[in-house]
């Protein structure tokens, strides 16, 4: 029955494409097949049998819609990472957020506008843990007619960096997840390991000529530092956001960001590395993934194949933290660029939200392996998220469904303490190690403009994590180490050309201010992009209410919507009598 549904869709895209650009269609067919980037063949689920999945290209003011046919074995949504999703929350993607799963031997469309905004980002499974395949480059151009706020390239080329496991897509359910093998970019694994050294992307470059890289960290846990040996890039968008003009030899990206980045072939007719390597910012209690550069070549039309190429040193040690900070607080938003708005200077609602690791006691009759002797939980102003377990929250909330959730998240945490520099002296400090474990949101006013300081903690591991707004962009005010100190570091914040993002990274035991204006009505994730951390509970959820008009207001949900079954469960985690969690 899908071939036949694919059978039918595929002329129509075609003639779809031809006939007008205003709507964009595809088919993805999600199936398991048997990929090998390294030594061993592996299952994995693919859409339309590709690791990275398809490219969307669209161009602002699209409708972009999307038929997902769930071939494969698991439970699975696909999120518009970025998106807005304006008047079209239904349409997110956030597994038992504003949806149910769309369960195997089943489908469901998505269809939604692209609206206000233009760049690079991504799609991506939002099932723990199925993102380490299912993702894919969403490419917004401006809409025809206009043009980028740059000069025109010569070429444009998306670049994946990926995540891989030689192991079932199952055991990244066992906290805490393994250790990847490998990184990829573009799917390949390049000459770092023995069964992929005749398999690495290749970018060709005409000498003189400007190339866009549209950069995805598409990597399930990691961020990852890029550097193109004895080349120079000028990023002019982060997330889909344009910035100023910013040159650097190495950028970080963590995962779900994105970044486009002017290259020109300005050197020496050559080749080149093109290398990631993990940014590592985790103290001495988390494991270390694999730390050799993954590589990629530039190479030079005129190039004689025999040439060494050129590589570079990739920040490690010492100078990680400090090189990943230089890079993402020098970022700037393009003032008076396509889709800039002036930050809002009055702010409605204020918000301390102390985030990291804590812990969750340790079932009776278990031995838990995390510190002492307990498991690992997220902790938000110490408030570990419970997801629904029944139907979406979004459908709870718009159908007033009590029992679901509770309006009750905190603007701060339950008691000041030293966040960066954890230490327990007192009964209360050692309960906060401990973060109660509801499903609790916090309702904002529609319109109202929120700030937020998301403090790092250092109760477990002081770390950087990457948190993922759904549905809006925001400003990023500032970034600093340490306890953020209001009288001290509010007059630093940027509120002239802050950069943009849907994801930032906080720096390890430091400290974001960010500011957005709650003009999307819906129940919106506000989460750790780490998917290892998804199921520790690193997520609050906001709710805007409606506005005053229809067209400021949460619509019904589509008939069609994914219904939860009576067990929501993804896959059954491995059994054994040890409870292997942190």
């Known amino acids: ?39 061993k063949e592996q299952m994995i689920p693919t859409v339309n049998g590709n690791l990275p999945g398809p490219t969307i290209n669209v161009r602002e003011g699209d409708t972009l819609v999307v038929h997902v046919i769930n071939n494969s074995t698991y439970n699975i949504t696909i999120h518009w990472h970025g998106v807005f999703q304006l008047k079209s929350p239904w349409m997110d993607g956030a597994n038992m957020i504003s949806q149910c799963a769309i369960e195997p031997r089943n489908n469901f469309t998505y269809r939604f506008d692209i609206i206000g905004q233009e760049g690079t980002l991504l799609w991506h499974a939002h099932v723990v843990n199925l993102r380490a395949t299912l993702h894919g480059a969403l490419i917004i151009r401006p809409r025809s007619g206009r043009s980028y706020p740059f000069p025109k390239p010569y070429k444009e080329v998306p670049l994946i960096f990926e995540q891989w496991w030689d192991a079932d897509i199952e ?25 992929s050294k005749n398999r690495m992307f290749k970018l060709e470059v005409v000498q003189g000529k ?9 990597a399930l846990n990691t961020h990852l530092f890029f550097k193109i040996a004895s080349h120079n890039v000028t990023v002019v968008s982060v997330d889909a956001a344009y910035t100023t003009p910013y040159v650097s030899d190495v950028m970080v990206l963590t995962p779900g960001q ?18 990631i390597s993990p940014y590592i910012s985790a103290n001495s209690l988390a494991p270390v993934p694999p730390s050799n550069p993954i590589r990629s070549l530039i190479v030079y ?39 800039w708005t002036p930050v809002p200077s009055h702010v409605d609602e204020k918000m301390f939200v102390t985030m990291g690791l804590g812990l969750n006691p340790c079932p009776p009759g278990t031995k838990c392996i995390g510190p002492l002797g307990q498991r690992i939980a997220g902790s938000f102003n110490n408030r570990t998220f419970l997801m629904p377990e029944t139907i979406s929250l979004q459908e709870a909330y718009f159908y007033n469904i009590s029992g679901v959730y509770t309006d009750d998240f905190p603007n701060q945490p339950p008691m000041k303490f ?33 700030e937020i300081v998301v403090q790092n903690t250092g109760i477990i591991s002081p770390e950087s994590h990457p948190m993922h707004l759904h549905g809006f962009n ?64 690193i997520i609050m959820v906001f709710i805007v209410q409606n506005g005053p008009t229809p067209e400021t207001s949460l619509q019904p949900p589509p008939l069609n919507l994914p219904q939860c079954t009576s067990d929501p469960t993804i896959y059954e985690s491995p059994t054994s009598n040890v409870d292997l969690s942190y």
Request: charged share 10%; proline share 7%.
């Open 301 to 339: 039309e005129g190039a004689t194949s025999t040439a060494s190429p050129s590589s570079s040193l990739m920040p490690s040690g010492t100078n990680a933290i400090p090189t990943a900070h230089r890079f993402s607080s020098n970022i700037t938003s393009l003032v008076g660029g396509p889709y």
């Open 474 to 537: 925001f400003y990023v005010l500032g970034y600093g180490f340490g306890n953020y100190d209001p009288i001290r570091d509010e007059e630093k914040l940027n509120l002239v050309n802050p950069q943009m993002h849907n994801t930032v990274g906080v720096p390890p035991g430091g400290w974001v201010v960010l500011r957005f204006v709650a003009n999307n009505p819906g129940a919106w994730m506000f989460h750790c992009h780490m998917d290892a951390h998804l199921p520790y509970g």
């Open 258 to 275: 994105t970044v486009d980045a002017l290259l020109t072939a300005d050197q020496t007719i050559g080749m080149y590395y093109m290398s």
């Open 1 to 39: 029955m899908a071939l036949a549904i694919q059978a039918f869709f595929i002329p129509l895209l075609l003639f779809s494409s031809i006939a007008s650009a205003a709507v964009v269609e595809h088919v993805f067919q999600v199936k398991n097949v048997v990929v090998k980037p390294l030594c």
């Open 171 to 195: 055991l990244l359910n066992i906290q805490p997840a393994p250790l990847s093998d490998a990184y990829l970019i573009n799917g390949l694994a390049g000459d770092s390991y023995p069964c």
């Open 210 to 218: 400007t190339y866009l890289l549209r950069i995805i960290n598409a």
């Open 418 to 450: 030293d966040y960066a520099n954890f230490s327990v002296r007192t009964n209360s400090e050692y309960m906060m190690m401990f973060p109660e474990r509801k499903t609790s949101v916090k309702t904002l006013k529609f319109n109202s403009t929120v």
